[in-house]
């Protein structure tokens, strides 16, 4: 029985994109976008997230109006596109403004909440101040389209932890630029539930990733996040308390389950996707 009460869940993009992982070349789901779709809207999401890759798969053969159709037709309510790196560098723009051009698009044809951005992989960094300018002036393009920008810290990124992504979101100063909380990067990252609470503001969360892992690493902190995560309230985490902690600040929702295993990938993606759900909505308050 659903009541009006059950939070609202997003499959973001990997939960429901099959046998494909991050870095692989292309990122394209093997699924296809209809019966992706399909199966979003039947085990019960309220919206969905796509990858670049899938974005231009779509784009090239039924085009944005297209897919925005599928999506009014499955009756999915938020939609998520991702991910731009490279943003703050200049002299690669000839690859990261045509990405963001189509990003854009995305976004205003389909509706999409925000465009989520990244930072390029390695140690993070102290001082982050070289990236407010940039910042600003994505969001002023994504504000003139009708969306905003949310970036997510990443602990092997150069953005690499929440405190020090809210300070950065305090220097950017913009209401439509704020943050993607994914709850595998605040614990990897050593972030404690308390810190989250004393660092972040309700206004600066524009998208939360629910998953839960194993209290030890396996392999680098890339591998680990693309391979081992777990079913929210089947690691070693404390999903309900990230949960609770997060409405605390004021955050209610929607929320995304973002889960990225080398066996989720594995499941038929309607068998997925319907555990990835129950198995986040039992870690929510009764």
């Known amino acids: 029985m659903m009541y009006s009460s059950t939070p609202e869940l997003i499959a973001t993009c990997w939960t429901s994109a099959g046998d494909v992982a991050p870095l692989t070349n292309p990122e394209t789901s093997p699924v296809p976008l209809g019966e992706r779709l399909e199966a979003i809207a039947s085990t019960g999401w309220a919206g969905f997230g796509l990858a670049y890759d899938d974005l231009v798969a779509a784009s090239d053969t039924i085009g944005f ?3 925005r159709k599928l999506i009014d037709q499955a009756g999915l309510r938020h939609v998520e596109v991702e ?3 490279n943003w703050w560098d200049e002299s ?14 995305a976004a205003e044809t389909l509706g999409a909440r925000f465009i989520k951005i990244g930072t390029a992989f390695g140690e993070p960094l102290d001082d982050l101040e070289f990236l407010v300018e940039p910042l600003r002036h994505l969001t002023t393009e994504a504000s003139q389209r009708g969306t905003r920008i949310a970036l997510e810290p990443m602990p092997f990124s150069m953005v690499g932890s929440m405190p020090a ?9 913009m209401s439509d630029c704020g943050l993607v909380v994914d709850y595998w990067h605040v614990f990897r990252a050593g972030t404690s539930l308390d810190e989250l609470s004393r660092s972040l503001t309700a206004e600066q969360i524009f998208g939360v990733e629910l998953n839960d892992a194993d209290a030890e690493i396996k392999g680098t902190l ?25 409405q605390a600040i004021g955050f209610n929702g929607p929320w995304g389950v973002e889960i990225l295993s080398e066996q989720h990938r594995k499941r038929p993606v309607r068998e997925a996707l319907e555990s990835a759900r129950s198995t986040a909505l039992r870690c929510f308050p009764a």
Do not use: Y
């Not at 992504?165 to 100063?173: G, I, K, W, Y």
């Open 65 to 67: 109006s297209g897919l």
């Open 222 to 246: 890339f591998e680990d996040t693309r391979d081992n995560r777990r079913l929210c309230g089947e690691g070693d985490q404390d999903v309900a308390g990230f949960i609770t902690t997060l």
């Open 83 to 85: 991910l731009l790196s």
């Open 165 to 173: 992504a809210a300070e950065l979101m305090r220097s950017v100063d």
């Open 92 to 105: 690669r723009s000839h690859e990261w403004k045509p990405q963001f051009e189509l990003l854009l698009e």
